[in-house]
């Protein structure tokens, strides 16, 4: 069936400019393939919106944003921008506009691809045929959003933040994980401290009473510290891990690390409508914008999940990862990716060509 939707691009910042355009050839040619329609409108975000209008996140952006079916970011941020006082800096527009559109979930696949297993940093017995897990990070509530302050303790001054979560909260987080794992392999591991956080233990019988509901997924619960040790140990045990915004914020970047590639890795960020926002982990690397230097696969691969999650577009979401697959397969790499190996790296206008050419 032919659908037709709307994508507001913002592009950002340094390389984002060059990888979104890499995402959005691709998404043509899977339109044009299967059929679809896909309607692009960019809007400015991070610096160049300073630039033109003297805010990181204009309202035109918002409102842009909250009109299209969904959105696809690039990166934000330069040296250009440093000086700016922080409530004006480009990255405040990253949690502006996550706020705005309700995005209280975080997907992050972390891959390694078989044939780029000599980037990861763990040794090659542990990293086997390569390993294929997804976070599920709580992206709005806990430490980062509960009461916080200063104040007089035994020691004098000191200040705190507090961990809140209702169990509103961590059901429909907790639902998204299940979900999640029931799309993959049907295996869930929920990460807390419940040995000693009280939040930690509502968290924990909270999923235990939802985990009723997906009798079909393998659940088991892990405390953080030795989820930190497990996934350098023995990454090929998790399928998806569902976690709250602090742990996830830590584990996913410790996940990503374990890639060795961050030019390849996607995000999701999702809320309780078929909306979300999809990017590349990795910023605008300043070190190379301009230079036609970037990988642009981590784009393109928040381009397939966006098919998947937003659009319910599984087969085309399919045919853009195996055409990844099948580019790095073939030998195909951009300087990120070379590690020591000789030989001239493709371009990102090159490397975009080739995954064109694998659809
Ligand atoms: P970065 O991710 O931009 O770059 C880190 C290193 O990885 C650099 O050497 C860079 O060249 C390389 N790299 C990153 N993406 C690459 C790609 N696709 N292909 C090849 N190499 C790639 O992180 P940073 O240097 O710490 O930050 C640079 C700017 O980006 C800062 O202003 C920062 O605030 C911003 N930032 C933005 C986001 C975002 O927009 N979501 C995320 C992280 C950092």
């Not at 630039?51 to 250009?80: F, M």
């Not at 040794?123 to 709005?140: P, Q």
């Not at 869930?188 to 040995?195: G, M, V």
């Amino acid at each position: 069936m032919k659908m037709e939707f709307n994508i507001a691009l913002l592009k950002g910042d340094g390389i984002g400019v060059e990888i979104v355009d890499s995402a959005v050839a691709v998404l043509e040619k899977v339109a044009e393939k299967f059929g679809h329609k896909f309607n692009f409108t960019p809007y400015l975000i991070g610096g160049c919106a300073i630039d033109a209008t003297g805010k990181p996140l204009p309202q035109e952006t918002v409102d842009g944003c909250l009109a299209s079916d969904s959105v696809l970011l690039g990166a934000v941020g330069g040296t250009k921008w440093d000086n700016q006082p922080g409530n004006n800096r480009p990255e405040k527009a990253l949690l502006g506009i996550r706020e705005a559109l309700g995005l209280y979930t975080n997907l992050r696949p972390a891959k390694l691809y078989p044939s780029l297993r000599s980037a990861s940093p763990l040794k090659e017995e542990i990293v086997g045929d390569g390993f294929d897990l997804m976070i599920v990070r709580e992206l709005t509530g806990g430490i980062y959003f509960g009461d916080r302050g200063y104040r007089q303790g035994k020691y004098g001054e000191e200040a705190f933040d507090t961990e809140a979560y209702s169990v509103t909260e961590i059901e429909r987080i907790g639902r998204v994980a299940f979900e999640t794992a029931m799309k993959r392999n049907k295996k869930l591991t929920s990460i807390d401290k419940a040995n000693v956080l009280e939040s930690s233990r509502l968290w924990r019988k909270t999923m235990h009473e939802l985990s009723k509901e997906y009798p079909e997924v393998e659940y088991n619960d892990m405390f953080v510290d030795n989820a930190a040790m497990q996934l350098v140990r023995n990454p090929q045990q998790f399928d998806v891990i569902v976690t709250s915004n602090m742990f996830g914020d830590i584990l996913s970047d410790e996940a990503s690390q374990i890639t060795g590639s961050i030019g390849m890795l996607a995000s999701a960020s999702l809320g309780s409508t078929k909306r979300g926002m999809y990017e590349p982990i990795h910023g605008s690397a300043p070190d190379i914008a301009g230079q036609n230097k970037a990988n642009p696969i981590a784009t393109i691969l928040s381009g397939a999940m966006m098919l998947r999650y937003s659009f319910g577009l599984s087969d085309e979401a399919d045919c853009i990862e195996k055409a990844v697959d099948k580019v790095l397969n073939d030998g195909w790499r951009t300087a990120d990716l070379m590690g020591s190996a000789e030989g001239t790296p493709l371009t990102c206008t090159e490397m975009t060509e080739k995954v064109l050419e694998a659809l």
